[in-house]
């Protein structure tokens, strides 16, 4: 039997000793962007348009810094003839990725309670169509009713994301577009160009956007 030298062998037990005894607990509710990353995650094609495909089951947050640049003047999103979505060219990866959960979502029907029991649903209601965007970031792991949501992340608008948020309604505005269950029934998409009143509603913004 071959002898194993100690220098060949003692880089392999250090590895060993070094390796994790376990996964580190995950807390539950918003994340700062760029908290809790871990890996680079590449950027999507613009807004993502392939609403079939499941989001992963544990999505990892971009990594980045805690704050993006502002969008520039004219730098906004828009909404395609078929209902998605498309981020503006520049827009951060995070917000591409809201922008690209979302499509997957637009044209779902509304269901009450949709989005709250499991992820991947026939429907959305308010909450759940927001709260599966901001999964889809990675921002949120579980989905928040639109209450829970008036007191999630940062007071007052965002640069790029504001939530608009009370005890009985939520919607959010991505990089200028609004993304809202109401009015869905007649643009056939969550994603909507014009503006609706915002008076009675908390304004938040996931923090460092």
């Known amino acids: 039997m ?3 030298r100690l220098w060949t062998a003692l880089p392999i037990v250090l590895c060993v000793l070094a390796w994790p005894a376990g996964a580190q607990a995950q807390s539950t509710g918003g994340t700062q962007y760029g908290s ?3 890996a680079p995650v590449p950027a999507p094609a613009p807004g993502g348009t ?3 495909q499941p989001l992963p089951d544990t999505p990892v ?3 980045g810094p805690r704050t993006v640049a502002p969008p520039q003047p004219g730098q906004v999103a828009r909404v395609l003839p078929n209902g998605l979505a498309v981020a503006p060219a520049g827009a951060p990866p995070v917000v591409r990725l809201i922008i690209q959960a979302g499509n997957r979502i637009a044209r779902t029907p509304y269901v009450w309670g949709g989005g709250h029991a499991r992820w991947e649903d026939r429907g959305y209601d308010c ?3 927001v709260s599966y965007a901001l999964r889809g970031a990675g921002l949120l ?3 928040l009713v639109s209450g ?3 007191r999630w992340g940062d007071p007052g608008p965002g640069q790029w994301v504001t939530i608009h948020a009370n005890a009985g309604h939520v919607y959010m505005i991505v990089a200028g577009l609004r993304f809202d269950t109401s009015g869905r029934r007649k643009a056939g998409t969550r994603w909507q160009a014009a503006p609706r009143p915002s008076r ?3 304004v938040r913004h996931p923090a460092g956007l």
Do not use: H, I, N, W
């Open 2 to 4: 071959p002898r194993v």
């Open 50 to 52: 392939d609403p079939e």
């Open 61 to 63: 947050p971009p990594a």
């Open 200 to 202: 009675g509603f908390k």
């Open 127 to 129: 909450s759940g169509s």
């Open 141 to 143: 792991l579980t989905p």
């Open 36 to 38: 809790a990353s871990q």
């Open 148 to 150: 829970a949501l008036a």
